[in-house]
């Protein structure tokens, strides 16, 4: 078992940063891929960023490339989802997970999920 509790989110103006963290426990942490996802209340979860166990390859999804950086620090258990440049329809839940799929971007690929962070981007 992992357990995985994000923090971070709150109220941003658009243009504005946040940093997520999802910190971890349970099992091994470096031995897990490690993704962000956003879901919009009446909407699919929808795959927003992910990093390998060694944190040496990233993907993201073609809304957020060049604003989010994802990063992970395995001595700490806890990985980053640096967010830039918000816009209002970054509006979301934002949940991390681990994966034993390199660089999955399907929830079904995921094992273990947080709670969620809620941000909001204001115009």
């Known amino acids: 078992q992992v357990q995985l509790v994000e923090s971070g989110g709150g109220l941003v103006q658009a243009g504005g940063s946040l940093r997520l963290s999802c910190a971890a426990s349970g099992r091994t942490f470096g031995g897990y891929g490690m993704g962000w996802f956003r879901q919009v209340l009446g909407k699919e979860r929808e795959f927003v960023a992910a990093?390998?166990?060694?944190?040496?390859?990233?993907r993201y999804a073609d809304s957020v490339k060049g604003r989010f950086t994802i990063s992970r620090d395995n001595v700490k258990n806890t990985v980053y989802l640096q967010v830039n440049s918000l816009k209002p329809e970054d509006t979301a839940v934002y949940y991390c997970?681990?994966?034993?799929?390199?660089?999955?971007?399907?929830?079904?690929?995921?094992?273990?999920w947080g709670r969620g962070t809620q941000v909001t981007v204001s115009s």
């Open positions: 990093i390998t166990w060694s944190g040496g390859s990233t």
């Open positions: 997970a681990a994966t034993t799929f390199p660089l999955a971007t399907m929830r079904s690929r995921y094992d273990y």
